[in-house]
């Protein structure tokens, strides 16, 4: 007799009862609880948020002086196609004013290719005896010398500048030194401060007095005469700075040169930490 004949269900090798019946657990108290995220969330960006960040500054205010020239155009000619063009005619004009002023940012703001191509130059003078520091700071200040070249010539100061090429270099008068329409008189009064600063700490340090030698080595555009003497600064062209100290005469013996680099490193301290 069948096993449906007795009333009793149908044994089909499992001892348990399909799931779907009454083993499956309670989803009331079972449920996993939602996984948390692992990342954090990103804020969508927009073009407001895009707009106040720092870099994007120039940008709103070339918006703001367009509106406003479009508008004042417009209004005294009575035509919308005249407030279009002065619009357009504002905007340019800022745009050539901030391509022009980037140019006169000083060079201790900011890492400079020129400090790095004067660097590589003066390393091949080692083998020559003389010794360099770079990147060395005036106590008391945000002033900072770019190289310190002490040799059998002298001693040194040396500001590395990248200027824009596009802008040319003149002198006026031997007295004014000029990039494009901006006058370089505050570059040429750092040089020769911090030369000054640091032949008195050194010659304070070693008991007597010593001269170094304020300079300006500028990169990108071209310079129109060799070595030049503006304010007490030399002046030249990048590439220049080895035959510049070499082609001087000898004034320093070794003893003196060690001495001197010694007293340099210890009252210019470096203006960023070692390593």
């Known amino acids: ?17 399909p799931i ?30 895009l707009l106040h960040e720092r870099k994007y500054l120039p940008l709103r205010h070339r918006v703001v002086i367009a509106v406003v020239a479009g508008v004042i155009t ?33 060079a201790w703001r900011r890492p400079s290719v020129a400090e790095r191509r004067t660097e590589a130059q003066l390393k091949k003078l080692e083998r ?26 002298g001693v040194y100061a040396v500001d590395s500048e990248k200027w824009d090429k596009r802008l040319p270099v003149r002198v006026q008068s031997g007295k004014k030194l000029f990039h494009g329409p901006f006058d370089r008189k505050d ?15 050194i010659g304070k340090k070693i008991g007597r007095e010593i001269n170094v ?12 005469w060799k070595i030049l003497n503006i304010r007490q600064v030399d002046v030249f062209e990048g590439s ?5 100290i070499t082609k001087r005469e000898r004034s320093l013996t070794e003893e003196e040169i060690e001495e ?3 007293a340099a490193a210890q009252t210019l301290p470096p203006r960023y930490a070692e390593g």
């Open 1 to 17: 007799m069948s096993h449906v004949d007795h009333g009793h269900p149908q044994d089909d090798g499992h001892k348990q009862s």
């Open 20 to 49: 779907w019946v009454s083993d499956r657990p309670d989803q009331s108290s079972a449920r996993p609880s939602p996984r948390t995220p692992s990342f954090a969330p990103v804020e969508r960006a927009s073009l407001r948020s």
């Open 74 to 106: 417009g209004i005294l000619l009575a035509d919308w196609r005249a407030g279009v063009t002065g619009a357009v005619l504002a905007a340019i004009g800022h745009t050539v004013y901030c391509a022009r002023s980037a140019s006169s940012v000083p």
């Open 128 to 153: 020559n005896g003389y010794r360099t520091l770079h990147a060395r700071a005036i106590p008391g200040s945000e002033a900072q010398i770019d190289h310190l070249v002490i040799g059998p010539t």
């Open 187 to 201: 570059r040429l009064k750092e040089a020769a401060w911090e030369a000054s600063q640091a032949a008195s700490l």
């Open 213 to 224: 030698v304020p300079s300006l080595a500028i990169y990108g555009p071209a310079i129109p």
């Open 240 to 244: 220049r700075v080895r035959k510049w």
């Open 260 to 262: 001197i680099y010694q």
